[in-house]
């Protein structure tokens, strides 16, 4: 059986996001969304979240390149002149590496982010942070510990198959980012260690705000077996804050597309959230033996 979700990110970010993520998911194929809580228009996001019942939500936690929700004098360690959290990820993952106050100091804003989750009332579908800043060993280990005690269940798990993207265009590089693909082996492991589940491969890393329908469509018909999780930035329009070269109308549209909506109809696909997958065959996090086997055809972009 395929299984997928279509997740969008940064669900909170600003109105036009809110109003993409909720048509899309009355009137397209999005079944999950990842709730950014410090963000200008989380309080939006979360009513909207609140009517649509079936949409999954999880928590994208957020420790660079936002707002924090504790105050800037608890976090000195974290954040720049302006009370927001660094910009450059390698320097304030040394930081967090390197000092007990800042990790400290990270463990109580992400303490803080779940718990303003949980206060928002809807049910914790999974968790993912920021520029996959949880590839950082330090922001794992406290994501899973912290995340345990909100109930915790299900992490992205960003490995991207290249094979996959090859079939849609063959011209992607089989070379795999040698930075980051140390990191995911190790977050695979303890996730697997933790009992928390992951799709078996996302989509979405290469193609971050790209994500076109003649991509989607292609990635959708050329699913292998297992979970595959796809992510998609839609907006209904630019907004304060919006990445530059990000095709954000472009993937909203893509989400509703006639053609894309009936291909996720197919008899052999089943989409839902992490939750609606976390008790099934094929949602967990592969084997060291599955591993090997696929650790060479693994691109992992931040």
Known sequence: MKRLILTADD???????????????????????????????????????????????????????GRPLLPASALSHLVDGNGLFRTGLARLGAVIACSRAARRQAAAEISAQFAAFRDSGLALDHCN?????????????????????????????????????????????????????????????????????????VLGLRWSGQMTRTRLLALIRNLPHGLTEIYLHPATGQFAGAVSGYRYREEFETLIDPEVVAACRDPSLQLGGFGDFAQKPGCLVPGEGHAAAMSQRMVVRP
């Open 129 to 201: 942070a920021h520029q996959h800043f949880h590839l950082h060993p330090v922001v794992a280990e406290l994501l899973l510990t912290v995340g345990r005690s909100f109930g915790l269940q299900a992490v992205r798990l960003p490995l991207e198959p290249a094979w996959l993207l090859r079939k849609v265009e063959p011209r992607v590089s089989r070379a795999s980012a040698v930075v980051t693909l140390p990191f995911a082996r190790m977050l695979r492991r303890r996730l697997r260690e933790a009992g928390v589940s992951a799709p078996d491969r």
């Open 11 to 65: 669900f909170g970010a600003a109105p036009e996001v809110n109003e993409a993520v909720e048509a899309a998911h009355r009137e397209g194929i999005l079944s999950t969304a990842s709730l950014m809580v410090t963000a200008p228009a989380a309080a939006d996001a979360i009513a909207r979240a609140r009517r649509l019942p079936r949409l999954h939500v999880g928590l994208h936690l957020v420790l660079t390149e």
